[in-house]
Structure formats: C-alpha cells, structure tokens
C-alpha cells in the first residue's frame, strides 16, 4: 500500500485547511487509517482515526470538535478537514494506515501503523 498526502500550507489562527490521503496498491487490505502529526522536537502524536469499513471515527482531545475526518472508499481516500486552527496545530502531519484489527488503544500508537505517507506541512500563525 502506497499513501499520497497533500493538502496543508500557511493559514492564521482560527483558519481552515483540508487534508487528503489517497491510497494505492492493496488497499483492501486496509483495516483502518490515521492521522498522525509531529512539531519540532516532539514526537509524533495521534490526531484522529477511521474504520476504512464502518466510518467509525476516533479524535485526540486536543481536536476533538475542530477537526473531522472521513474517507471516500470508492477514491480510496481519507480526508481530515481543520477548522478553528490554533497556532498549536503546526506541525507535519501524517497520513497512515494498518492492515491489522487491534484493541482500542493500539490505534493511538504509531508503532502500530502498517504504511505511512511522506507528511505534509502545516502552519498556522497567531
């Protein structure tokens, strides 16, 4: 499976900005995608999850409420639309995906994740 992320870019406070995901390769083989970001000298944390097959969504905390992410099967590609961004939300951020069905928790660790896209950059300025 091959993950193409694009989307990101410069935006102030309180802006939007849409990210996508599109998938290639085995992607019936996906169980479930993510978003994952990284700012410099942090590590990589989890943004927001989907079941490639429910549509079930999970969100950090610290989006919940601002972000929304979906997927488009038959494009086979993931979505995270950012509204509301604050300054905090700068950061690369990464599109991932993994074949395997996992309790809960694991999906919030990306040591987890099957495939990875190259990242895309997001800034938001105050």
């Known amino acids: 499976v091959q993950l193409q992320a694009s989307g990101g870019g410069l935006v102030q406070a309180g802006g939007s900005l849409s990210l996508s995901c599109a998938a290639s390769g085995r992607a019936a083989d996906i169980y479930t995608m993510g978003w994952f970001r990284q700012a410099p000298g942090r590590e990589r944390e989890f943004v927001s999850r989907?079941?490639?097959?429910?549509?079930?969504?999970y969100y950090a905390n610290s989006v919940k409420g601002r972000f929304t992410i979906s997927r488009d099967n038959s494009k086979n590609t993931m979505y995270l639309q950012m509204n509301s961004l604050k300054p905090e939300d700068t950061a690369v951020y990464y599109c991932a995906a993994v074949r395997s069905r996992y309790p809960d928790s694991r999906y919030g660790l990306a040591q987890n994740y099957d495939y990875w896209g190259q990242g895309t950059q997001v800034t938001v300025s105050s």
């Open positions: 989907i079941s490639w097959s429910t549509g079930f969504t």
